[in-house]
């Protein structure tokens, strides 16, 4: 057992403003001779900080805009991050890479502007809204035909495999399951869990960004035609469905399941125009979806309850529902129309989560909105 070291605040904001000299020394090295002024960004669900530096008494023809990723305490991210952009640059719109110190953890990349996908879709025409999950599915699918050897040999991407996706399952038994003060039913989950690692690692691989939604995708401010991709570092060798259910099943964004299913038939004719390996048919892509879906939306579940508990980042908090939501749909689905082997191990899982799990959640969260 050893001693724990008390860190008071004015260390923390000592740390912080030598962080911040280091990273300004950086980048008059990089802009010699040009005035700039650094903007911080509001964080994310990671440790990497964000700023957007803006160059003043430049040529009119010169760019005077860019991003600054300060990754401290994740230099392996970020160096994992310089490897994935270069495996999918010539296949989709991925920052480019403008100056790096890998030693202190900063990068210069390119600015793909403030617009989100998600503020795209706000007041935005059904019509047009379909035009932009058209674009951003056109656009995964050029990631999909990013070759998996290519991915493996040349870039070391790892498999989404048993033991990944069984630990990000955990998530939810180790963070969600405990902050409602139930009790897991051991057996339920581990059927549960085998029947949707085992029909997912049947599934086409193909390279996973694993956290394509609305707020990784921007709206390129020097081509608005095409979308930016970011927050690609943890991209993995897994399930061609993986990226598509964070798409339609955005933990952010919420459209009827009518619409779901038609941009699911939409992707399945893409990849077929595409000669990408997809199901048989679109209704066997939807069943895909959502065995996918099943194992991504439990994981999301924990990890906003983890990024709460632990890292103190209380606004994920208010996203969960949205998530249940999609899981359920997805249970119901594959309860009534999956395979076999999957119905089998969904259905006490499904009786469990409604006498049991939902009760708690929804008085735990009735409880934390009136708070």
């Known amino acids: 057992m050893t001693d724990k070291m008390t860190i008071e605040p004015d260390m923390i904001d000592n740390n ?14 990089v802009f010699t001779d040009k005035a700039f002024n650094l903007e911080s960004l509001p964080g994310d669900a990671s440790a990497r900080r964000y700023h957007r530096i803006q160059l003043s008494e430049v040529n009119e023809s010169e760019n005077t805009r860019y991003i600054v990723m300060d990754s401290a305490d994740e230099q392996d991210a970020m160096r994992q991050f310089i490897n994935v952009a270069k495996l999918m640059s010539p296949a989709i719109n991925v920052p480019t890479l403008v100056a790096q110190n890998l030693e202190k953890g900063f990068l210069v990349l390119q600015d793909f502007g403030a617009t989100e996908f998600a503020h795209l879709l706000t007041d935005a025409a059904p019509a047009q809204i379909n035009d932009y999950y058209q674009l951003a599915m056109q656009t995964l699918v050029a990631l999909q035909t990013v070759p998996v050897e290519t991915a493996k040999s040349g870039h070391q991407l ?12 955990n998530l939810f038994s ?15 989950w581990e059927n549960l869990k085998t029947a949707l ?28 035609l095409r979308l930016g991709v970011i ?75 983890r990024l709460s508990e632990r890292d103190g980042k209380d606004r994920y908090l208010a996203d969960i529902p949205k998530v249940m939501r999609d899981l359920i749909i997805e249970l ?18 499904n009786q469990w989560l409604q006498e049991t799990v939902l009760p708690a959640y929804q008085d735990k969260f009735t409880s934390l909105s009136l708070s």
């Open 231 to 305: 927050d690609f570092q943890d991209a993995v060798i897994g399930s061609y469905t993986y990226d598509l259910v964070s798409l339609v099943r955005d933990a952010y964004v919420e459209w009827p399941e009518s619409q779901v299913s038609t941009w699911i038939n939409d992707f399945w004719q893409l990849q077929q125009q595409n000669s990408l390996s997809t199901a048989d048919t679109a209704s066997q892509l939807e069943n895909d979806v959502n065995v996918m879906g099943v194992q991504r939306h439990l994981k999301v579940l924990g990890i906003f309850i």
């Open 158 to 169: 790892p498999d989404y495999d048993t033991a990944l996706l069984d630990r990000e399952m």
């Open 197 to 224: 690692i085992n029909a997912i690692l049947l599934q086409p691989q193909v390279v996973v960004h694993r956290d394509y939604h609305s707020r990784n995708l921007m709206q390129d401010q020097a081509d608005t």
């Open 332 to 349: 119901n689905w594959l309860a009534e129309q999956g395979s076999d082997d999957i119905a089998l191990a969904v259905r006490p899982f």
């Open 16 to 29: 912080n403003d030598n962080r911040q000299q280091q990273l300004e020394q950086w980048l008059q090295q």
């Open 174 to 188: 180790e963070w969600f399951i405990p902050y409602i003060g139930v009790d897991l039913n051991e057996t339920v």
